[in-house]
């Protein structure tokens, strides 16, 4: 009988040991979500700081600064991309800081739905712009054609308002070309606290 007994107490006291790790092991912390309000509806995105760290702080920063706050999707393109966070309404480009390094070889791809920055012709040029991809644009992925584009996040609701945007009827409006005819508004970005 006792060395049932004793069988039982190791038994148990290996259990609480295990448990006892198992509390102290760290979880990870959620992802940091935004919710970007737009005059066509409300659009989640979440963000991956640990595939793009510099993009997910720099997009943080301008968000939390109201930077994104009455700017425009001034470039839309259906079956590929929506583009924003450059211009107010009156089609003044807003002031930006240094622009970033480019993250576009983290291992994110291009899929349908991901959030990834806008840049120049020059690699390391992303300051406040991004867009939304509409599809799959592999030839926008690290190594395809160039450089790449930075994927930091994705959106998680809201895919459809999304889809309406870039349904929408375009223009040009020099120097620029398809523009939406009637102007779609980012009125405020703000983040969800994890």
């Not at 295990?18 to 979880?27: D, G």
């Not at 920063?61 to 929506?82: A, C, P, Q």
């Not at 994705?154 to 040009?172: D, Y």
């Amino acid at each position: 009988m006792n060395t049932y007994k004793a069988l039982f107490i190791a038994s148990l006291l290996s259990l609480l040991s295990c448990s006892v790790a198992w509390a102290e092991t760290p979880q990870k912390t959620p992802n940091p979500r935004v919710v970007m309000e737009t005059t066509m509806g409300d659009i989640t995105l979440e963000l991956f700081p640990e595939q793009a760290p510099l993009s997910v702080a720099n997009f943080l920063s301008y968000s939390k600064e109201g930077h994104y706050n009455g700017t425009l999707f001034h470039r839309v393109i259906d079956g590929f991309m929506i583009q924003g966070g450059g211009f107010d309404e009156a089609w003044q480009q807003r002031q930006t800081k240094a622009p970033v390094k480019n993250e576009a070889n983290n291992g994110l791809k291009n899929l349908q739905g991901t959030l990834a920055m806008a840049r120049t012709a020059e690699v390391d040029s992303a300051t406040s712009q991004f867009f939304i991809n509409l599809v799959d644009n592999a030839s926008l992925d690290h190594g395809v054609q160039g450089y790449g584009y930075a994927v930091f996040g994705r959106v998680v609701e809201g895919m459809k308002v999304v889809t309406a945007i870039a349904q929408t009827p375009t223009t040009s409006r020099y120097p620029f070309q398809n523009v939406p005819a009637q102007a779609i508004v980012i009125k405020k970005v703000r983040i969800i606290e994890p």
